[in-house]
Structures are given as C-alpha cells and as structure tokens.
C-alpha cells in the first residue's frame, strides 16, 4: 500500500526540522548526508512533519484528481464537510458560496457532519452518565486512536467504542441514499485518510480530501465564489455540531459538566498535552478520576490539512460565532427530536492492538552512544530536547534502535564545529606561513629559473660554436640533441635534413655514422663507462671519438673530430706529437731507472766478492 506520508530525497535538503517535530519519532535519520525515511509501524499521521518542512519535501497522499476524474465523467459522488469548513473559507464572503461551489464542479449532494455530531455527543452524554468505574477516552480524534494503538495499548480497552464524525455520518447517509453515490469526506485531517485506508474494502467512505485539496480542486475547475450562487446544506443539519472544531465543543454538545467539582472530563488539545496525558491515564487513571477528551491538534481548525494559518483564537471565535447565528436564526434546532430518528443507528466500534516493541538496548550500548556524543557522565546530560527526543538518555537509546544518528545531538555537533573552526583556523594559519614560504621560495625559484635560462642559453651558444662535433643520443641511438659542427662533419645530406629538422633530433645514429661506432655507443650505455680517443675509419678518412654516459642505460653523447679538417690538423698533430714525445720520454725515464737499478746491484756484488777474497789482517 502506498504511504501516506513521504519525503523527497530531491527537494530534502537534510535539516532535520521534520525529525524534531515528529511526537512519536517516526522519522528515521539513517546517515547524516541523506534524506530522512518515515516507519511506517510507527506512523501516527499527524502530519507534523508535512507542516514544518519549508521546503515542501514531505507530502501526503492526495486524492483530488481521483474526484475530480469522478465530477468530470458526472458520476453520484456526495460531499461531506468537516464543521471546521467554517473557519477555514472565512476568506468567502459567505459560507453558502462554497457549497455552491462545490454543486457546481458536480457534487450531486453537500453534507456537513455537524448532525453526526449532535448523535455522538448524545452516546457519550450516555456513557459518561451511566458511570461504571471505568473512565473512557473520546476516540474522535484518529490521531489519538492511532497512538494508542500503536504506543500506549494498555488504556486500549479505555477508548470510547464509538466511530468518529465522519464515520457516524456516512452511516447515517447510508440509512438514506441508494448505493450509487460514492462519498466524500472533506475534512482539516490527515489522519482521516489513514483511518479510511486501514478500514480496507469494508471503508464506506470512497475518498477523503484536506482542506487543501479542495482548494486545489476549485482551481482545476477554475472556478471562484464571485462566480457562484449561494446553496445550502443538503439536510440533514445540526446546530451545536458546528461546534465541534473547537477542542471541548463535542462535551459542551454532550452537555457533560466541565465544572472542577464535578470532575467527570478533562480536554486536552496539542501534541504535548495530547501524549503526557495519555500517560498520565496509564499511570494515574483511577486517582485522576476523570474521562479524557483529547485532540492532537488545538481543535480542527488548527489541523495539518488547513490552509487558513490565522491566529487559533481567531479561528475559534469565527467556529462559535457561525453556531451563535445558526441557534439565533432557528432556536428549535437545538432539540433533541433532530437526532431521535437516528439512534438505533449501530455507532459503535472495535480497535487493535498495533503496538511494536523496539529491541531494548543494553546499559554499556547506552553508554557507548552517550560517550560518543560527549556524554561522560550523567552531569555532562543536558537534556535540551533539541534532538527531538526528552532526554539525552532517550536519545542514546534511539540511536541503539537505529532510529537516529549521533549527528542529531545539537551540543555534540556544536562541540565538534567549535573543534573543527579552531583546527581550521590553526590550519589556515600554517597555510598562511606555507602560503609567504612558497611566495619566497617561487621569487627565488623564478631568479634560479632566470639564471638557468641565461646559462642555458649561454651553453647553448657555445655548444653550437664548438669546432668538436657532438652528438647526444638515447638508449635506441635516437638524436637527441647535435650541434652545427656535428652537421657539418656527416656532410651535404645531413645539412639538408637538418634544415627540416634542426639538431637532426630523431634521427637514427645508425643511418649517419660509420658502423664501428655503434659498438662502442652500445657498450656506453650498457656499462656507464667512457670511451676516449678512439679513431675509427670514416670514407678514405676516419674520426677521433670519444663516447661518455651521461644517464645510465638512457642517455649518453660523443664527441667526434675530423682530423683532416684544416682548423683540427694542426690541433690534432700537435696533440699527437705531444702524445709521441710523452711516450718517449716515459720510455726513456723507465731505461735510465731499470739501469740506474742494474748498475746498484752490480756495484754490489763486487763490493761482496773483493771482501771475500780478503784477509782478516787486510780487512
């Protein structure tokens, strides 16, 4: 069955405002960053939670288009008014002009429930006068009788067996009209719905609309009371019924004595009044001694289903000034005779046990939750009730039960933010200092950029003046750099590429230099050693090379020279005369040691032999 009661994740925008109006906590927050779920189980459809969201996230099952289908296609449907239609088209100049409305979009017949509640009032006037020791619950309001049922089950047998206006009422019609219509409850109440929709198939009202839906219906049809007619109230009609929006009208109808020595009712209206006085009947019910009128909301004409959001007083005063004028125009109407014709009418009514334990936490999980939350000992338990829930005790227990979360405990989060401003601020100023750290270290950085640029292209210049030719190439023996000179020892055809391509970078050293370098390019990259001075023949000439790694296994260069070019032969042959005259001179000093050496040892063995020969006189 669809829900009665729903929330968009969409337009949700996770303010919680619904879980703390909940009476009954009903509203599960699941985890901080997404949209609150309504359990169903506990559900009492009060519609608090639809009234307090700003941002029109929560929604209630509507019905107006179903009817408005029905008035379209011109089948039987009959209106039924809640008495509280009084305070809530005070807008209309008259009262009349709405059921003129409501005939003219289609609705065969109108009815208020204002004489269903003159025949209520009577039973009760019956059973509070014939008292049995047994104090009763007025069971008008379903809000009330849905939280008993489902929260407080032991006062269950304590409701009134009586069914609400609008279930007396369309027994009442039904006495009257064929099975053809279909009824329509009009009401301020959400929880009127929810009542219908648990009664099932065997429900003898088709469709209930709010206050609001009808509003939205009149607009469908584009119609307005300027538009319209006066009509009245199809009969049958009460007088003091119109009462019954205001929270004790229905016991001042009953005519059951308000009076603090009589003692025999006490009205309670309001969520909060609602709920601890059920509890005080639990608990206190024989020494109270008194039966319980209760509404959830301060009387219909504060109900969830209004549009009307003027002052309650206000609301009240335009409820019993309408009955003023109904009793001074039509004085008979206040006999009993109105309702005789209706009392064998069977009113009564069954309820059930719809209670459902929630698992009971044990004390060290009560504790665990109450610690997490800042809540060491019992002295750190506020109890400020901005949770939703009256105790930080309770709290901790519906967040063992899954209900809530520890993000919904106002002081642990406001402790946590203040934690968190004061990290946040300590943060930002270490980044403040890292922030005129890095502004410093980038000024530097831009000077050590600037002097590397100018060194870079200082080097440059020289790498291209050089006479040598050199070449850097990687691990594939891929130019990765050449200079000019390098250009010009490969020839004609390497200048023509390099005019393509500037350094020749890409190209393969394989294609341009004799095979007898590759070996020794290969063996450079392979062992990171250097090879200097190695002459390897090139056409009718060769080159001096010298390879030398400059990254290991990736990057290594070469130096190449062409001996016969006429700017490095004098060079060249100076160098390697240099070289000759270095061997020589290394020759020569190693002959004079070696005979400097042999002539030593000979000096030696001569000395030994003549000191032999000689006698000991001569010695």
Known sequence: MEPLISISSDKCKVCYACVRSCPVKAIKV??????????????????????????????????????????????????????????????????????????????????????????????????????????????????????????????????????????????????????????????????????VRLQGDSALINYVLTFEEIRKLFSAFQVTDKMIEYAEIDPPSGCLGYLYPVSNGIVQIAKISEALLDNKVITGEGENMMIGYLNDFEKYSDAIGCHFNLFYCKGCVSGPGTTNRQNHLLLRSIVIEHTKQLIKA??????????????????????????????????????????????????????????????????????????????????????????????????????????EALIESEKKMRMEQEIAREASEMLTAMFQKLRAGIVIFDQHLKIVRSNQSFVNILGDEAAQINDVVPGLVGADLRTLLPKEFIPLANYVLEHNEEILNKDIPSGDGFLNVSVFPIKKNKIAGAILRDPYQPDVRKEEIINRLDEVINRHLDMVQKIGYLLGEGAAETERMLNSIIQTFKTKEEK
């Open 30 to 195: 699941i985890s901080p960053d997404k949209s609150p779920i309504i359990d169903s189980k506990r559900c009492i459809s009060c519609g608090s939670c639809v009234r307090v969201c700003k941002f029109e996230a929560i929604s209630y099952l509507q019905q107006w288009e179903q009817v408005r289908y029905l008035l379209i296609n011109n089948k039987p449907i009959v209106a039924i008014l809640d008495p509280s239609y009084v305070s809530e088209f005070s807008d209309f100049p008259d009262f009349r002009k709405l059921i003129g409305m409501l005939k003219f979009i289609g609705f065969k017949k109108v009815f208020d429930t204002s004489i269903a509640v003159e025949l209520l009032a009577y039973h009760y006037h019956n059973l509070v006068d014939d008292f049995k020791g047994k104090h009763y619950i007025m069971s008008n309001c379903p809000v009330v009788v849905a939280y008993v049922e489902r929260f407080v089950p032991s006062v269950l047998n304590n409701l009134a067996p009586l069914v609400t206006p609008m279930g007396a009422m369309v027994k009442l019609l039904k006495e009257n009209l064929s099975n053809d219509y279909s009824f329509v409850y009009i009401t301020p109440c959400i929880a009127a719905k929810e009542e």
């Open 330 to 435: 039509n004085p008979k109407a206040l006999s009993e005779s109105t309702i005789e014709k209706y009392l064998s009418i069977d009113l009564s009514r069954t309820f059930h046990d719809n209670y459902h334990i929630q698992p009971q936490p044990s004390e060290e999980k009560i504790r665990e939750i109450l610690l997490a939350t800042g809540k060491k000992d019992v002295s750190e338990e506020v109890d400020c009730r901005a949770c939703g829930f009256d105790s930080c005790r309770s709290f901790a227990i519906a967040v063992a039960q899954g209900i809530t979360t520890t993000d919904m405990c106002i002081t642990f989060s406001l402790q946590n933010q203040r934690n968190y401003t004061h990290a946040l601020r300590v943060t930002n100023e270490k980044l403040a200092r890292i922030q």
